[in-house]
Protein backbone atom coordinates (compact mmCIF):
# COMPACT_ATOMS: atom_id res chain seq x y z
CA UNK A 1 0.00 0.00 0.00
CA UNK A 2 0.94 3.59 -0.94
CA UNK A 3 1.05 6.09 2.12
CA UNK A 4 -0.46 8.96 0.60
CA UNK A 5 1.23 11.60 2.94
CA UNK A 6 4.32 12.15 2.34
CA UNK A 7 6.66 10.66 5.19
CA UNK A 8 8.12 13.53 6.84
CA UNK A 9 11.19 12.30 9.23
CA UNK A 10 12.43 9.49 6.40
CA UNK A 11 16.11 9.79 5.56
CA UNK A 12 17.13 7.76 2.28
CA UNK A 13 19.73 5.81 3.02
CA UNK A 14 19.49 3.03 0.20
CA UNK A 15 17.43 1.13 -2.25
CA UNK A 16 14.91 -0.97 0.60
CA UNK A 17 14.22 3.17 1.84
CA UNK A 18 12.47 3.92 -1.21
CA UNK A 19 9.32 1.52 0.09
CA UNK A 20 8.15 3.88 2.62
CA UNK A 21 7.88 6.75 -0.17
CA UNK A 22 4.79 7.71 -1.82
CA UNK A 23 5.89 6.40 -4.60
CA UNK A 24 3.14 4.33 -6.72
CA UNK A 25 3.63 0.87 -6.86
CA UNK A 26 3.93 0.36 -10.42
CA UNK A 27 6.38 2.91 -10.84
CA UNK A 28 8.47 1.37 -7.45
CA UNK A 29 8.74 -2.11 -9.52
CA UNK A 30 9.84 -0.35 -12.59
CA UNK A 31 12.46 1.35 -11.00
CA UNK A 32 14.00 -1.19 -8.56
CA UNK A 33 16.76 -2.25 -10.22
CA UNK A 34 18.06 0.94 -11.11
CA UNK A 35 17.83 1.35 -7.44
CA UNK A 36 19.93 -1.49 -6.13
CA UNK A 37 22.45 -1.13 -9.33
CA UNK A 38 23.53 2.93 -7.76
CA UNK A 39 24.47 4.66 -4.61
CA UNK A 40 20.64 6.08 -3.17
CA UNK A 41 21.05 8.28 -0.41
CA UNK A 42 19.69 11.72 0.45
CA UNK A 43 19.17 13.27 3.86
CA UNK A 44 15.52 14.15 5.28
CA UNK A 45 15.06 17.82 4.56
CA UNK A 46 16.27 17.44 1.01
CA UNK A 47 13.73 14.65 0.22
CA UNK A 48 10.97 17.00 2.28
CA UNK A 49 11.45 19.45 -1.12
CA UNK A 50 10.08 17.09 -3.32
CA UNK A 51 6.43 17.09 -4.48
CA UNK A 52 5.14 13.54 -4.91
CA UNK A 53 2.04 15.02 -6.31
CA UNK A 54 4.39 15.44 -9.66
CA UNK A 55 6.17 12.60 -10.52
CA UNK A 56 8.46 15.03 -12.52
CA UNK A 57 9.39 17.58 -9.81
CA UNK A 58 12.76 18.43 -9.74
CA UNK A 59 14.27 17.54 -6.63
CA UNK A 60 12.52 14.26 -7.19
CA UNK A 61 14.60 13.47 -10.20
CA UNK A 62 17.98 13.95 -8.75
CA UNK A 63 17.73 11.55 -6.22
CA UNK A 64 15.06 9.00 -6.94
CA UNK A 65 16.56 6.11 -8.92
CA UNK A 66 14.78 5.44 -12.54
CA UNK A 67 14.84 2.87 -14.92
CA UNK A 68 16.40 4.98 -17.65
CA UNK A 69 19.47 4.51 -15.76
CA UNK A 70 20.28 1.18 -16.73
CA UNK A 71 19.68 1.98 -20.52
CA UNK A 72 22.99 2.28 -21.48
CA UNK A 73 24.22 3.96 -24.32
CA UNK A 74 27.54 2.57 -26.20
CA UNK A 75 28.72 6.14 -26.71
CA UNK A 76 28.43 6.81 -22.68
CA UNK A 77 31.56 5.89 -20.92
CA UNK A 78 32.41 4.62 -17.57
CA UNK A 79 34.90 6.91 -17.19
CA UNK A 80 33.53 9.89 -18.86
CA UNK A 81 35.44 12.80 -18.38
CA UNK A 82 38.88 10.67 -18.64
CA UNK A 83 40.13 11.46 -15.32
CA UNK A 84 41.41 7.98 -15.33
CA UNK A 85 43.91 8.90 -17.65
CA UNK A 86 45.07 12.23 -16.11
CA UNK A 87 45.88 10.73 -12.59
CA UNK A 88 49.34 10.00 -11.72
CA UNK A 89 49.11 8.64 -8.10
CA UNK A 90 45.48 7.07 -6.26
CA UNK A 91 43.06 9.88 -5.26
CA UNK A 92 44.86 12.06 -7.30
CA UNK A 93 43.88 13.96 -11.05
CA UNK A 94 46.64 16.23 -12.54
CA UNK A 95 45.03 17.23 -15.53
CA UNK A 96 46.09 21.24 -15.88
CA UNK A 97 49.35 22.13 -14.45
CA UNK A 98 48.36 24.61 -11.86
CA UNK A 99 45.72 22.80 -9.66
CA UNK A 100 44.65 19.00 -8.88
CA UNK A 101 41.45 17.15 -7.91
CA UNK A 102 42.18 14.85 -4.73
CA UNK A 103 39.57 12.66 -3.65
CA UNK A 104 39.32 12.07 -0.11
CA UNK A 105 36.67 10.00 0.02
CA UNK A 106 34.42 8.65 -2.40
CA UNK A 107 31.06 8.65 -0.23
CA UNK A 108 28.60 11.56 -0.33
CA UNK A 109 25.46 13.07 2.09
CA UNK A 110 23.37 12.88 -1.26
CA UNK A 111 24.01 10.87 -4.10
CA UNK A 112 22.35 12.13 -7.49
CA UNK A 113 21.11 10.51 -10.36
CA UNK A 114 23.03 12.78 -12.72
CA UNK A 115 26.56 12.55 -10.87
CA UNK A 116 29.12 12.04 -13.65
CA UNK A 117 31.46 10.09 -10.99
CA UNK A 118 28.74 7.73 -9.77
CA UNK A 119 30.27 4.46 -10.95
CA UNK A 120 33.37 5.59 -8.65
CA UNK A 121 31.64 6.13 -5.53
CA UNK A 122 31.30 4.56 -2.84
CA UNK A 123 28.66 4.30 -0.27
CA UNK A 124 29.40 1.78 1.63
CA UNK A 125 32.28 1.73 4.47
CA UNK A 126 34.62 4.16 5.31
CA UNK A 127 37.32 4.79 2.99
CA UNK A 128 38.98 7.94 4.04
CA UNK A 129 42.60 6.94 6.04
CA UNK A 130 45.58 9.22 6.12
CA UNK A 131 47.34 6.36 4.28
CA UNK A 132 45.30 5.88 1.74
CA UNK A 133 45.86 9.85 0.87
CA UNK A 134 50.11 9.57 1.30
CA UNK A 135 50.73 8.85 -1.90
CA UNK A 136 48.33 12.14 -3.88
CA UNK A 137 50.15 14.47 -0.90
CA UNK A 138 53.27 13.48 -1.36
CA UNK A 139 53.09 14.17 -4.92
CA UNK A 140 51.51 17.19 -4.36
CA UNK A 141 54.24 18.40 -2.02
CA UNK A 142 57.03 17.49 -5.32
CA UNK A 143 55.21 19.35 -7.63
CA UNK A 144 56.04 22.96 -7.19
CA UNK A 145 53.90 23.67 -10.43
CA UNK A 146 50.69 22.85 -8.27
CA UNK A 147 49.43 26.42 -6.87
CA UNK A 148 45.31 24.98 -6.08
CA UNK A 149 44.37 21.37 -4.58
CA UNK A 150 40.69 21.15 -5.26
CA UNK A 151 38.92 18.89 -2.90
CA UNK A 152 36.01 16.47 -4.54
CA UNK A 153 35.09 13.00 -4.54
CA UNK A 154 32.51 12.59 -3.08
CA UNK A 155 31.79 15.11 -1.18
CA UNK A 156 34.82 15.97 1.22
CA UNK A 157 32.43 17.62 3.49
CA UNK A 158 30.82 14.06 4.91
CA UNK A 159 34.48 13.99 6.34
CA UNK A 160 34.86 14.88 10.26
CA UNK A 161 36.00 18.38 11.34
CA UNK A 162 39.27 16.08 12.49
CA UNK A 163 39.88 14.95 9.63
CA UNK A 164 39.37 18.11 7.66
CA UNK A 165 41.49 19.65 10.25
CA UNK A 166 43.97 17.25 9.36
CA UNK A 167 43.94 17.70 5.60
CA UNK A 168 43.85 21.77 5.36
CA UNK A 169 47.25 21.38 7.30
CA UNK A 170 48.83 18.93 5.17
CA UNK A 171 48.01 20.47 2.37
CA UNK A 172 48.93 24.65 3.83
CA UNK A 173 52.08 22.97 4.48
CA UNK A 174 53.36 22.44 1.36
CA UNK A 175 54.42 26.35 0.18
CA UNK A 176 53.61 26.76 -3.21
CA UNK A 177 50.02 25.70 -3.00
CA UNK A 178 47.89 29.16 -2.28
CA UNK A 179 44.38 28.33 -2.95
CA UNK A 180 41.96 25.25 -1.23
CA UNK A 181 39.17 24.63 -3.52
CA UNK A 182 36.24 21.98 -2.20
CA UNK A 183 33.24 20.44 -4.07
CA UNK A 184 30.16 19.70 -2.43
CA UNK A 185 26.81 19.26 -2.68
CA UNK A 186 26.56 19.53 1.71
CA UNK A 187 25.08 23.42 1.09
CA UNK A 188 22.45 21.97 -0.58
CA UNK A 189 21.52 18.75 0.37
CA UNK A 190 22.79 19.04 4.22
CA UNK A 191 23.48 22.82 5.15
CA UNK A 192 22.71 22.22 8.77
CA UNK A 193 26.61 20.65 8.49
CA UNK A 194 28.16 23.89 7.46
CA UNK A 195 28.86 25.38 10.95
CA UNK A 196 31.59 27.25 13.30
CA UNK A 197 33.62 23.89 13.81
CA UNK A 198 33.59 23.54 9.49
CA UNK A 199 34.67 26.37 9.51
CA UNK A 200 37.31 26.39 12.12
CA UNK A 201 38.57 23.38 10.22
CA UNK A 202 39.09 24.92 6.88
CA UNK A 203 40.64 28.33 7.85
CA UNK A 204 44.22 29.10 7.39
CA UNK A 205 47.04 30.18 5.68
CA UNK A 206 45.17 29.35 2.25
CA UNK A 207 42.32 31.03 0.70
CA UNK A 208 39.40 28.95 0.70
CA UNK A 209 36.99 28.70 -2.82
CA UNK A 210 33.54 26.78 -2.18
CA UNK A 211 31.86 25.28 -5.15
CA UNK A 212 28.36 24.35 -4.56
CA UNK A 213 26.01 22.41 -6.53
CA UNK A 214 22.78 23.76 -7.04
CA UNK A 215 20.45 22.78 -10.04
CA UNK A 216 17.35 24.28 -9.13
CA UNK A 217 15.86 27.36 -7.47
CA UNK A 218 13.69 25.50 -4.92
CA UNK A 219 16.82 23.63 -3.70
CA UNK A 220 17.59 27.59 -2.18
CA UNK A 221 15.99 27.02 1.66
CA UNK A 222 16.21 29.30 4.54
CA UNK A 223 19.14 26.37 5.66
CA UNK A 224 21.01 27.19 2.74
CA UNK A 225 20.78 31.09 3.51
CA UNK A 226 22.13 30.36 6.94
CA UNK A 227 25.11 27.97 5.41
CA UNK A 228 26.22 30.63 3.01
CA UNK A 229 26.06 33.41 5.55
CA UNK A 230 28.55 31.31 7.47
CA UNK A 231 30.79 30.23 4.64
CA UNK A 232 30.59 34.06 3.62
CA UNK A 233 31.39 35.47 7.03
CA UNK A 234 34.42 33.27 7.36
CA UNK A 235 35.60 34.68 4.18
CA UNK A 236 35.31 32.28 1.73
CA UNK A 237 34.84 32.93 -2.00
CA UNK A 238 31.62 31.30 -2.99
CA UNK A 239 31.01 29.67 -6.46
CA UNK A 240 28.18 27.14 -7.82
CA UNK A 241 28.44 24.66 -10.44
CA UNK A 242 25.50 23.76 -12.10
CA UNK A 243 24.95 20.36 -14.29
CA UNK A 244 22.11 21.63 -17.25
CA UNK A 245 19.53 18.22 -16.84
CA UNK A 246 16.14 17.72 -18.98
CA UNK A 247 12.99 18.20 -17.05
CA UNK A 248 15.25 19.86 -14.31
CA UNK A 249 16.44 22.94 -14.98
CA UNK A 250 16.40 23.00 -18.87
CA UNK A 251 13.96 26.26 -19.37
CA UNK A 252 14.87 29.90 -19.20
CA UNK A 253 12.72 30.70 -16.44
CA UNK A 254 14.34 27.85 -14.02
CA UNK A 255 18.06 28.82 -14.74
CA UNK A 256 17.47 32.70 -14.36
CA UNK A 257 15.63 32.02 -10.96
CA UNK A 258 18.19 29.58 -10.15
CA UNK A 259 21.08 32.02 -11.12
CA UNK A 260 19.63 35.17 -9.63
CA UNK A 261 18.91 33.73 -6.16
CA UNK A 262 22.29 32.02 -6.09
CA UNK A 263 23.57 35.59 -6.34
CA UNK A 264 20.93 37.47 -4.17
CA UNK A 265 19.99 35.07 -1.39
CA UNK A 266 23.44 33.44 -1.38
CA UNK A 267 25.82 35.59 -2.20
CA UNK A 268 27.70 33.00 -4.39
CA UNK A 269 28.56 33.65 -8.06
CA UNK A 270 27.29 31.12 -10.91
CA UNK A 271 30.61 30.09 -12.26
CA UNK A 272 29.81 26.66 -14.58
CA UNK A 273 27.06 25.64 -16.18
CA UNK A 274 28.09 22.44 -17.36
CA UNK A 275 27.14 20.02 -19.94
CA UNK A 276 25.70 16.81 -19.02
CA UNK A 277 28.86 14.49 -19.16
CA UNK A 278 28.66 11.24 -21.23
CA UNK A 279 28.15 9.60 -18.09
CA UNK A 280 26.72 5.76 -18.89
CA UNK A 281 22.81 5.74 -18.30
CA UNK A 282 22.01 9.52 -18.43
CA UNK A 283 20.42 10.18 -22.06
CA UNK A 284 17.14 10.42 -20.39
CA UNK A 285 18.92 13.78 -18.25
CA UNK A 286 21.05 14.96 -21.14
CA UNK A 287 20.09 18.30 -23.51
CA UNK A 288 21.26 18.96 -27.12
CA UNK A 289 24.20 21.09 -26.94
CA UNK A 290 21.96 23.08 -29.08
CA UNK A 291 19.18 23.49 -26.60
CA UNK A 292 22.53 24.95 -23.73
CA UNK A 293 23.30 27.70 -26.23
CA UNK A 294 20.12 28.87 -26.82
CA UNK A 295 19.27 28.93 -23.21
CA UNK A 296 22.37 30.78 -22.21
CA UNK A 297 21.66 32.85 -24.95
CA UNK A 298 18.37 33.72 -23.79
CA UNK A 299 19.96 34.04 -20.06
CA UNK A 300 22.85 36.49 -21.09
CA UNK A 301 20.01 38.61 -22.45
CA UNK A 302 18.09 39.16 -19.29
CA UNK A 303 20.40 38.49 -16.57
CA UNK A 304 23.40 40.66 -15.19
CA UNK A 305 26.75 39.22 -15.42
CA UNK A 306 27.06 38.44 -12.17
CA UNK A 307 24.72 35.92 -12.61
CA UNK A 308 25.42 34.21 -15.58
CA UNK A 309 27.55 31.35 -15.67
CA UNK A 310 29.75 29.92 -18.05
CA UNK A 311 28.28 26.77 -20.28
CA UNK A 312 31.35 24.31 -20.43
CA UNK A 313 31.50 21.07 -22.37
CA UNK A 314 34.14 18.86 -20.18
CA UNK A 315 35.53 16.73 -23.20
CA UNK A 316 35.46 13.17 -23.28
CA UNK A 317 38.91 11.57 -22.93
CA UNK A 318 40.55 13.70 -20.99
CA UNK A 319 40.49 17.13 -23.48
CA UNK A 320 39.11 19.43 -20.58
CA UNK A 321 36.70 22.00 -20.39
CA UNK A 322 35.90 23.89 -23.31
CA UNK A 323 33.40 27.10 -22.88
CA UNK A 324 30.37 27.25 -25.36
CA UNK A 325 29.12 30.46 -26.35
CA UNK A 326 28.05 33.13 -26.34
CA UNK A 327 28.55 33.03 -30.39
CA UNK A 328 31.26 34.62 -31.76
CA UNK A 329 31.83 37.01 -34.66
CA UNK A 330 29.24 36.64 -37.41
CA UNK A 331 31.76 38.02 -40.05
CA UNK A 332 35.11 39.36 -40.00
CA UNK A 333 37.08 41.42 -42.47
CA UNK A 334 40.83 42.42 -41.28
CA UNK A 335 40.35 44.54 -38.32
CA UNK A 336 36.45 44.80 -39.22
CA UNK A 337 34.13 42.24 -37.34
CA UNK A 338 30.49 41.90 -37.18
CA UNK A 339 28.58 41.21 -33.98
CA UNK A 340 25.36 40.34 -32.67
CA UNK A 341 24.17 41.93 -30.16
CA UNK A 342 21.03 40.67 -27.64
CA UNK A 343 18.13 41.71 -29.45
CA UNK A 344 19.42 39.93 -32.38
CA UNK A 345 20.53 43.21 -34.04
CA UNK A 346 24.20 43.24 -36.31
CA UNK A 347 26.42 45.39 -34.83
CA UNK A 348 29.85 46.45 -36.05
CA UNK A 349 32.75 46.63 -34.31
CA UNK A 350 36.44 48.21 -36.13
CA UNK A 351 39.34 48.01 -34.05
CA UNK A 352 41.74 50.85 -33.32
CA UNK A 353 44.79 50.07 -32.38
CA UNK A 354 47.82 52.28 -32.67
CA UNK A 355 50.53 50.48 -34.54
CA UNK A 356 53.16 48.44 -32.44
CA UNK A 357 56.81 49.98 -31.75
CA UNK A 358 55.75 53.42 -32.77
CA UNK A 359 54.48 54.11 -28.78
CA UNK A 360 56.46 57.53 -27.68
C1 LIG B 1 37.13 20.66 -13.96
C2 LIG B 1 38.47 20.24 -13.61
C3 LIG B 1 39.33 21.10 -12.92
C4 LIG B 1 38.92 22.49 -12.51
O1 LIG B 1 38.81 23.28 -13.64
P1 LIG B 1 38.44 24.83 -13.53
O2 LIG B 1 38.21 25.24 -14.94
O3 LIG B 1 39.63 25.48 -12.89
O4 LIG B 1 37.25 24.93 -12.66
C5 LIG B 1 40.61 20.67 -12.65
N1 LIG B 1 41.04 19.44 -13.04
C6 LIG B 1 40.24 18.62 -13.71
C7 LIG B 1 40.76 17.28 -14.11
C8 LIG B 1 38.92 18.97 -14.00
O5 LIG B 1 38.12 18.11 -14.67
S1 LIG C 1 27.35 14.97 -4.44
FE1 LIG C 1 28.69 15.21 -6.23
S2 LIG C 1 30.00 13.37 -6.25
FE2 LIG C 1 28.25 12.95 -4.88
S3 LIG C 1 26.70 11.97 -6.18
FE3 LIG C 1 26.24 14.16 -6.20
S4 LIG C 1 27.34 14.95 -8.01
FE4 LIG C 1 28.21 12.92 -7.53
Redesign the pocket.
Known sequence: MTDPTPRRGLTLHDASDLDRLPIDPATRERDREAARAY?VRAPRRYLELVDWDDPADPVRAQVIPRAEELQWDEREREDPIGDRAWSPVERLTHRHADRVLLYPTYR?????R?????ES?APDGDDFSEAALAPALDYIASHPEIREVIL????PWVLSDARLAWLRGRIESVAHVRLLRI???VPV?LPERVDAGLVAALRGRLMVCVVT?FNHPREITPACVEAARTLREAGFMLLNQTVLLRGVNDDVETLEALSRELVYALGVKPYYLHHCDLTRGLSHLRTTLDEGLALMKRLRARASGVCVPTYVLDLPGGGGKVPLGPAGPLTRDGSRWVFESHDGSQCPYEEVVAARGQEP
Open positions: ACAVYCHCFRKLTGGDHTRAH
